[in-house]
Each structure stands twice: as C-alpha cells, then as structure tokens.
T-cell receptor, first 116, second 111 residues
Framework: GAVVSQHPSRVICKSGTSVKIECRSLDFQATTMFWYRQFPKKSLMLMATSNEGSKATYEQGVEKDKFLINHASLTLSTLTVTSAHPEDSSFYIC????????????FGDGTRLSIL | GQQVMQIPQYQHVQEGEDFTTYCNSSTTLSNIQWYKQRPGGHPVFLIQLVKSGEVKKQKRLTFQFGEAKKNSSLHITATQTTDVGTYFCAGPRNSGYALNFGKGTSLLVTP
C-alpha cells in the first residue's frame, strides 16, 4: 500500500518551456502533498506544501509564480515549472501523506528535469 | 530556527561491519521518522518512533528515540551491500504540516 506515482520521470526541454509534473496517490487519499527539490548528493529541500482545494504554502525563497502548484483532488497534485531555465534543472520529488502531514510521507519516483 | 542535524555525513564500511547514524533536533519532537534513499531512487519510509526512549527493530536495523525526544539513532548490524544508500531522519515542524529532514548520512558498503 501507500503508492505514489509521479510522472514524467525525465524531462529534457529547451529554455523557456513550461513543464508540468503530476503526482498521484494510487491507493490512498492524500490530505497533504509536498514538493521537494533535491540537488546531487544533497538533502531534500521542501518547496511547498499543498492541501486539497486550497492554495499551496510555499517555503521562503521559492517563487510561487515560477512553481505553480495545484492540488485538485485528494489523489492528484501538479507542479508546473513555468518558463524553465537551466538553473531550474534538478530532481523534483513529490510526497503524499494520508494524515496531517506530520506522519509518514510516501514519495514518488521523482522527475529529473534538464533544461537546455 | 527549528533544525534537524544528522551525523556523519558519509560513512564507508566493509561488509559485515556495523554502522550508526545519529540525528539531533533543536526542539522536542512529537515523533521521529527514518527514510532510506537508494542511489538513483526516491526516499522510502522506514519507521516512525513516538514514545520517549522507544526502541524498534527491523531485522538488522535498530532505531532508538531519546528520552528527551530530541535525538535518535539508526544502527545497522553486520552491514550488507544492500544497505547502501542515504538515510534521512525527519521530525515534524512545530507549526504547519511539513517535516524537517536532516541532511542525511550516505552509507557505502564495500564487499
């Protein structure tokens, strides 16, 4: 149980392109979903917390107009990287929690984004 | 601000040796969680500890939550090559719904 699917797993695109990443909880309802960014051999950097039907809460320093998050249902959250540039290249991972968000998180496989 | 610190950052052991990673929080935690991320993979939830002084075991892995609920450890007995990866501890933030993750301990096991 507790499977989270993230799609796509890899994206390579030109600078200026907008990229949408989907995160789905397959066998449970995710009250809270999280979006992280991870640099090579580094820890997880939380970008934002999203709750179904409400606006996402962004971490300090994360541009909300750059990283658009939509949590349309209890099983789906999307992250759109708008007008992506090479510095946005990274590994983006989502996670989902069935409870308050302070309990166990179940992670998607991640999306490796490369902007040329 | 509230922080979760982890040491060591890296550990390289021979197969069969033991391994321990330590986690310390600047504040008292309601629970502590441990995750493992294999190279090229995503973090996978291992366990959650809630009670002061709690000790839990999963085969060769022993997890401990300190009496003051501000520190925790993960000990692996007789490491195997399958133990390779980065181990993260995480604790709930004092406000909001998120977790504070430690920077992780990367374990390398050579045969």
């Amino acid at each position: 149980g507790a499977v989270v699917s993230q799609h796509p797993s890899r994206v390579i695109c030109k600078s200026g392109t907008s990229v949408k990443i989907e995160c789905r909880s397959l066998d449970f309802q995710a009250t809270t979903m999280f979006w992280y960014r991870q640099f090579p051999k580094k820890s997880l950097m939380l970008m934002a917390t999203s709750n179904e039907g409400s606006k996402a809460t962004y971490e300090q320093g994360v541009e909300k107009d750059k990283f658009l998050i939509n949590h349309a249902s209890l099983t789906l959250s999307t992250l759109t990287v708008t007008s992506a540039h090479p510095e946005d290249s990274s590994f983006y991972i989502c996670s989902a929690s069935a409870g308050t968000g302070q309990g166990p998180q179940h992670f998607g496989d991640g999306t490796r984004l490369s902007i040329l | 601000g509230q922080q979760v610190m982890q040491i060591p950052q890296y550990q390289h052991v021979q197969e069969g040796e033991d391994f321990t990673t330590y986690c310390n929080s600047s504040t008292t935690l309601s629970n502590i969680q441990w995750y493992k991320q294999r190279p090229g993979g995503h973090p996978v939830f291992l366990i959650q500890l809630v009670k002061s002084g709690e000790v839990k075991k999963q085969k060769r892995l022993t997890f401990q939550f300190g009496e003051a609920k501000k520190n925790s450890s993960l000990h692996i007995t007789a490491t195997q090559t399958t133990d390779v990866g980065t181990y993260f501890c995480a604790g709930p933030r004092n406000s909001g719904y998120a977790l504070n993750f430690g920077k992780g301990t990367s374990l390398l096991v050579t045969p």
